[in-house]
């Protein structure tokens, strides 16, 4: 992965904003960014059928560009050179994806709401429209790096991420750990015990971290986790137990070893989006 110069924040002028640009101040001195984006797409198409008369001798722009301006000057506190950006488009999704390509972003960063709030625009399509990094963001989480857990299913697709995992740590001396969720064959429970199984199943995936990392090429100190796949899925286990021990960023591959198709998103990082995002979540493209 190349060092990271330039990063877009989207906002979307909701409570999650301030949490968006402190985040975003805390990460580009971290990483020593050099050019930070914020941007904002308003849906003039959605409001001006209803209020066509009141909006039609104010500049939405302007009014929304010097709310932000100011929003961000306030909460952006370092010097790295930041920019905001207002348009109007009907895909926000598409809006993204054109910004990242003229500007050459290296990482977007999105808020993750609740879905029962609406997740915002971190969506299962700008999972696969980006072909940059992702990094979403919980609701008013605290900008700090101490712990990282980077997934891994062995697959060489999930050795890319530690490359991201190595910037991190070194930037912020924070602990990593390997993640790894191995699972019981529930063809064979019929005739094995689960009991049985999981002691066996758990050493083998045990042996198999540690040679995967023995072969990483990775600067760093890394430490092995294995979980448990119980009766929830993949996607469940890594952030429940990852949100337990207190995780303050979830590194992931876009995709892994079951993948038939480099086009295709995992089927664990995008119901990662869909789960509890308590946790930032970075996925790896």
Known sequence: MEKLKNVLVSLDLSEIDTGLIKYASFLAEKLKVEKVYFVHNIKKYE?????????KDINLDEIIGDELNE????HFTNEVEWEVLISEDPYTESLISYIVNKYYINLVILGNKNRKK???VVSNKLLRLLKCDILSLPLNFTPKIDKIWVGTDFSRES?????????????TKASVSAAHVFSIPVQFSPYVSTETMTPKIENH?????????D????????????????TSSTASNLLDFAIRDKVDMLVVADKGANNISNLLVGSVTEELFGEKPELPIWVSK
């Open 47 to 55: 409001i001006t059928s209803l209020f066509e008369e009141q909006l």
């Open 71 to 74: 929003k961000v000057a306030t």
């Open 118 to 120: 609406g997740t915002g």
């Open 159 to 171: 050795k890319k991420v530690f490359t991201v995992a190595e910037i991190l740590q070194q930037a």
């Open 205 to 213: 995936a045990k042996q198999k971290i540690e040679k995967f990392l």
């Open 215 to 230: 072969k990483l090429d990775y600067n760093g100190d890394i430490s092995p986790v294995i979980i448990p796949g119980r």
